[in-house]
């Protein structure tokens, strides 16, 4: 019969004087990811506010979303930041530029950002037939590159990967990027997106208001 070896780090917690802390740390877990979670997302915010580019005159808010949806017995997590042209109210349907990480069990399963409906569009397909719509997915069409979901859902009409199947422990990736240069190219990637955009996303906006 074979003895499995002991996680040194694991004997290094449950040591006799070591046990007492950890336990105490552990009751505290559900505190600590929400902290975490949500000092990456400020991070992330700041960021982005610091490099808005002078010359972009438009009116955004933002606000942190997280979303958590139960899926076969497991759960996947959606955490978004949003930024919304003016003062959109949630009954209203609109567009808003939103920034994605999505966690499967622990791990980010990929981030990236785009333009999702401020609420779930059931008749998508429909809605997207508007004549502001079709100009503003052509746009996207022809000038966006890499790793792109261009065909609209219930909930997105665009979106593009910054990265796809990372698959590293979440909380260690939220840590390590809040205190690097992780948003750097990121941010760039953000507001060339909303400056390209933004004039076709007022006038959608302004057409799905008198649905």
Same mark, same amino acid.
């Given at each position: ?75 996947? $997590? ?117 400056? $390209? ?15």
């Amino acid at each position: 019969m074979t003895t499995q070896l002991e996680s040194p780090i694991l004997k290094f917690l449950t040591d006799k004087e070591n046990l007492p802390a950890v336990l105490e740390v552990l009751r505290y877990g559900n505190e600590i990811r929400e902290k975490v979670l949500q000092d990456f997302w400020t991070a992330l915010e700041e960021a982005l506010k610091q490099r808005r580019p002078s010359t972009l005159a438009i009116d955004l808010s933002w606000r942190t979303e997280p979303i958590e949806l139960p899926i076969g017995g497991k759960t996947d $997590q959606y955490f978004g930041l949003d930024a919304r042209l003016g003062s959109t109210a949630d009954k209203a349907q609109a567009l808003r530029y939103s920034i994605q990480l999505h966690v499967v069990q622990d791990s980010i399963d990929y981030v990236g950002f785009g333009l999702a409906f401020v609420n779930q569009e059931k008749d998508f397909e429909k809605t997207c037939r508007m004549l502001s719509l079709q100009r503003l997915r052509r746009q996207l069409k022809e000038t966006r590159q890499g790793d792109l979901d261009s065909e609209p859902n219930e909930w997105w009409i665009w979106f593009e990967h910054w990265r796809r199947d990372i698959r590293v422990d979440q909380w260690l990736c939220l840590v390590q990027g809040k205190d690097s240069h992780w948003f750097e190219k990121e941010t760039r990637s953000f507001w060339g997106f909303v400056e $390209q955009t933004h004039v076709l996303v007022s006038e959608a906006n302004e057409a799905l208001k008198r649905l």
